[in-house]
């Protein structure tokens, strides 16, 4: 059984915009319950510049002004600096090394048979025009998680193969060299709903591109016009007409956001969500009114965090400095991790007295 001094944290975002609730619902909030445990001895938190220039290689200026953002979003949400390590991927480069010795123990067959690559190439349109660095994203995502001996990987479903990924580099690695590395474990939103928020027009991922997201810091009154906007069920015409939750982005957000107390404050004359979703199915509930329960509780969730990001955001600098700080605490533990595998590999020549000594001795002989 594994106690807190063995126990140890490892997830992160990649910066290509502000983050949104579906991240809120599907990680951060996990992150913080997890980060306040008392379970872990150590939660990184990364920020994955690196690899958002994969495929955003043009434009690196998004990335470099995504970085803010991120970080921003992320002490909004109670992600402590005092608890968790908050940290740059670009400013660790052992974490490069690492991929670099990794890609020795993976096929380009075994990369191409990943069904989250094969899903991120198709939804890029990359086809034949890969870059390398996309296509081999699963060797740095191991690196990046065994850098840090991360025994847990908070996920979406999405993720598993890349996880699945890390474990098989680990067994090889630890196989051909020496015990050295650390199997990650995942874990997973608990409930269905929080694992894929849709967009609001009923998408199945928010996108900035497509404008269907509610993003953390967004006003009140963006919120409220977002919700007004939402899909739900294009059948249910008339307050009379019984109504579907299938595909119903509002309830779906309800499965992931509602609590029972929602119901005492904002909708005291149902007892339960239960019974406001038999209320709709039979007919005689308007979407409006579930629009207008649904807007109160999304408002509930994100005033703390609009709050605090205002505050966060008159100290810019105080930021950045947590950032770097955090970058520096990460590249230490990552340069010990590198140490231990260049030891394994037998390629730390200037460190391996007993190698220079034998050599020594071969030629005195």
């Known amino acids: 059984m594994e106690t807190k001094n063995e126990k140890i944290i490892l997830t992160g975002d990649r910066p290509t915009g502000r983050l949104h609730v579906g991240h809120y619902a599907g990680s951060l909030r996990q992150r913080v319950a997890l980060q306040n445990s008392g379970e872990y001895r150590k939660v990184f938190i990364m920020i994955a ?57 993976v096929t380009v067959a075994r990369l191409q048979r990943n069904p989250t690559v094969k899903n991120e190439i198709q939804m890029r349109n ?20 065994t850098a840090f001996k991360a025994t847990t990987v908070p996920v979406g479903d999405d993720q598993l193969p890349m ?35 849709p967009g609001i027009d009923g998408k199945a991922k928010m996108s900035k591109s497509l404008n269907n997201g509610i993003y953390l810091a967004d006003t009140a009154d963006e919120v409220r016009a977002k919700i007004r906007n939402m899909f739900t069920d294009p059948l249910h015409l008339k307050v009379s007409d019984p109504g579907h939750l299938e595909g119903n982005t509002v309830f779906i957000y309800l499965d992931a956001f509602c609590r029972q107390e929602h119901f005492e404050r904002y909708l ?64 230490e533990m990552a340069a010990q991790t590198l140490s231990e595998v260049k030891s394994a590999m037998k390629i730390n020549y200037f460190e391996d007295e007993e190698l220079i000594r034998a050599q020594s001795q071969r030629y005195e002989a």
Do not use: W
């Not at 402590?80 to 990794?102: N, R, V």
């Not at 990359?126 to 998680?145: C, L, M, N």
């Not at 199997?183 to 269905?192: C, H, N, R, V, Y």
């Open 49 to 105: 510049d690196a690899q958002a220039l994969t495929d955003n290689i043009e434009n690196p200026e998004k990335v470099r002004q995504n970085i803010i953002e991120v970080a921003l979003d992320y002490m909004s949400c109670g992600l402590d600096p005092a608890k968790s390590t908050l940290f740059i991927q670009s400013q660790i480069p052992e974490l490069c090394e690492l991929t670099f010795y990794y890609m020795d123990l």
């Open 126 to 145: 990359f086809e034949a025009s890969i870059p390398v660095g996309f296509f081999t994203y699963p060797i740095s995502q191991a690196a990046d998680i």
């Open 163 to 197: 996880i699945e990924q890390t474990r098989e580099i680990v067994h090889k690695f630890n196989t051909v060299y020496a015990p050295v590395l650390v199997e990650p474990e995942a874990i997973l939103p608990k409930d269905e709903a929080s694992k894929r928020l």
């Open 268 to 331: 005291p004359e149902y007892a339960n969500l239960d019974e406001l979703k038999a209320h709709y199915q039979r007919g005689g509930l308007g979407d409006i009114k579930v629009k207008k329960f649904l807007e109160n509780i999304m408002q509930e969730t994100l005033e703390p965090i609009r709050n605090r990001r205002k505050e966060l955001e008159k100290d810019i600098p105080g930021i950045y400095d947590i950032l770097k700080k955090g970058s520096e605490a990460a590249r």
